[in-house]
């Protein structure tokens, strides 16, 4: 070898251990200057890539490692770190192409098989996630990392047991793996035992009291055993000296207003906005001149207002979109599903921003009952806006002129893709008392997620599906509505139907699980927000069997009398 070709070579292991002592403006001066070089360009713009993730430029980063490949298709690390740049953008497809030809290159790449897991869990491709991180396994039986994912992946698909068992492995491994501990505690939370969840967060802080996410973590594991006092204590050490700990945030504000402080809990509960962002703030901004409404006085003014969440809460608090349009002209945003639902309504309903010219304000409908209530210390009583539908109603009513017995609808399952579901919704095995009650005829509105219970639990020759019969239009509710009507109980999970039954003034029995959402605090203390929704709440988390008690002592009642 030359001595010209040795000094090239030692310059380009200097620029490494310069990058690696994390001096990168130094390394990149020799690595621009070795460039010139055309046998080393695959490697040095392959490290001037790296200079530029350190420097968290993932574009230019990307240039540079794209020119690597275009010298060489096969370079192993521009390939594994274009890969990673893709993954960290969430460009799940792109960084799979890259990091599987990494693979290619070394099948034995362990950054390549654990970011290959870390995608597919990420696809919920879970099964295969969990190859992955066993193959890991294969190359190291003590490789953390992979078992945390591994315990992730068992939580995710339920199986509790197996998750545990990896977390205590872990900890067998590393007595002090904080991250272990943690998800013991979200194991057991997700698994509805909330005083061990407690037990491994607690284990956390001992470890390390500046570990700020466990402070959340137990915040809700307060929260779900209704201590809202500690819940409130650690959202606030999770959030504190983070203005953008939206999370946290926003479950202070759903704390206060499960205490019942509701000038706080409203405010805190504004942090909605930055999770749930779209982009219909931003097209006001750059479109319109509108001014955001914090609830001035305004007369004779045209006011924007965005849906926003579940169909449910546009169900519910839409009486204050009635009350603000007394005296000035509300356009509501809302999805082209519920149109027919606000259809007669006194207000515009528009169901895209390119619909209006102008407007002077705009507001987030969930926004309205905080400055209504910074006004009037109270929150707007129901308003039953719903109107008739004379053909719709004609034809229910002459199906349920043939049911001659008690007639009880029920619903038991929430969309599963909202969080929170599964405390929400309901097996609707719990329903068999009353679905097998020879006193009643129950009619089932349930559409879409849950349907297949029926079958599962040979239900079908005791109550009439209408599963394939309403709502099948881009209408929704156009039949339930009809429905409801001819019902004498409707007996539901917390669900978009609740709310669209006690709009309606329907006979209404709302099963809840024991630490609901904090309108139901509200409704218990005060039953403001609907005069016919009795509430059977749980005694204790997870058990439906005492709310199911007592909801067929008191059906049964009602039959007798």
């Not at 621009?32 to 993730?53: H, K, M, P």
């Not at 545990?164 to 501990?181: E, G, L, R, V």
């Not at 719709?392 to 929170?420: A, H, M, P, R, S």
């Amino acid at each position: 070898m030359s001595e010209e070709r040795k000094k090239i070579i030692n310059e380009l292991k200097e620029s490494v251990e310069l990058l690696n002592k994390n001096k990168v403006n130094e390394a990149e001066k020799i690595l621009i200057r070795l460039s010139n070089y055309n046998e080393l360009q695959a490697d040095t713009f392959s490290y001037l890539g790296v200079c530029y993730i350190k420097k968290n430029n993932s574009k230019k980063a990307a240039e540079y490692l794209e020119r690597s490949l275009k010298v060489n298709p096969n370079h192993e690390y521009s390939n594994l770190n274009l890969g990673l740049i893709y993954f960290s953008n969430k460009d799940y497809d792109l960084s799979l192409n890259f990091i599987q030809k990494t693979r290619k290159i070394n099948k034995n790449n362990q950054m390549a098989i654990y970011h290959i897991g870390l995608i597919n869990m990420a696809l919920n491709n879970y099964l295969e996630a969990e190859k992955d991180f066993k193959e890991l396994l294969e190359i190291n039986s003590k490789d953390q990392n992979a078992l945390l994912n591994l315990g992730i992946i068992y939580n995710k698909i339920k199986d509790f047991d197996k998750s545990i068992s990896i977390y205590n492995q872990i900890i067998k491994i590393n007595p002090n793996n904080i991250y272990a501990y943690n998800n013991l505690g979200l194991t057991y939370f997700d698994n509805l035992d909330f005083d061990k969840a407690i037990k491994y967060y607690e284990k956390c802080i001992e470890l390390n009291k500046n570990f700020l996410v466990v402070y959340g973590n137990l915040g809700r594991a307060y929260s779900e055993k209704r201590k809202f006092k500690k819940a409130l204590t650690n959202f606030k050490k999770a959030a504190e000296g983070n203005s953008k700990d939206y999370n946290n945030l926003f479950a202070i504000g759903k704390t206060y207003l499960s205490l019942g402080e509701y000038d706080k809990g409203l405010k805190y509960y504004e942090f909605r906005k930055f999770l749930n962002k779209t982009d219909n703030i931003e097209y006001i901004k750059k479109n319109f001149n509108s001014k955001e409404w914090n609830g001035e006085k305004i007369i004779n003014k045209k006011i924007l207002i965005l849906s926003e969440q579940g169909f449910g809460d546009n169900i519910q608090f839409s009486r204050y979109l009635h009350q603000l349009n007394k005296n000035n002209k509300v356009i509501f945003l809302v999805n082209k599903k519920l149109n027919f639902l606000f259809r007669k309504s006194s207000f515009k309903i528009i169901n895209n921003l390119n619909e209006i010219n102008e407007h002077d304000y705009f507001q987030n409908l969930l926004t309205l009952p905080k400055i209504y209530y910074e006004n009037y210390k109270s929150f707007l009583t129901n308003r039953n806006f719903i109107k008739n539908d004379k053909e719709t109603d004609l034809k229910w009513n002459k199906k349920f002129e043939q049911i001659k017995k008690f007639k009880v609808g029920i619903f038991w399952q929430g969309n599963k893709n909202y969080y929170g579901d599964d405390k929400r919704s309901i097996p609707l095995i719990k329903f068999e008392r009353i679905i097998k009650n020879v006193n009643i005829s129950i009619i089932s509105l349930q559409k879409g997620f849950g349907v297949d219970q029926i079958e599962a639990n040979n239900f079908e020759k005791y109550l009439i599906n209408l599963s394939d019969e309403i709502d099948n239009d881009q209408d929704a509710y156009k039949d339930s509505i009809s429905i409801l009507k001819n019902l004498d109980l409707l007996i539901t999970s917390d669900s978009s139907i609740a709310h669209l039954a006690g709009t309606m003034n329907i006979n209404t029995w709302l099963a809840l699980c024991y630490n609901p959402d904090w309108r139901w605090y509200i409704e218990n203390k005060t039953q403001i927000f609907y005069n016919t929704i009795k509430i059977f709440q749980q005694d204790a988390p997870g058990n439906w069997e005492s709310v199911f008690d007592k909801i067929n002592e008191e059906l049964n009642l009602k039959l007798n009398n």
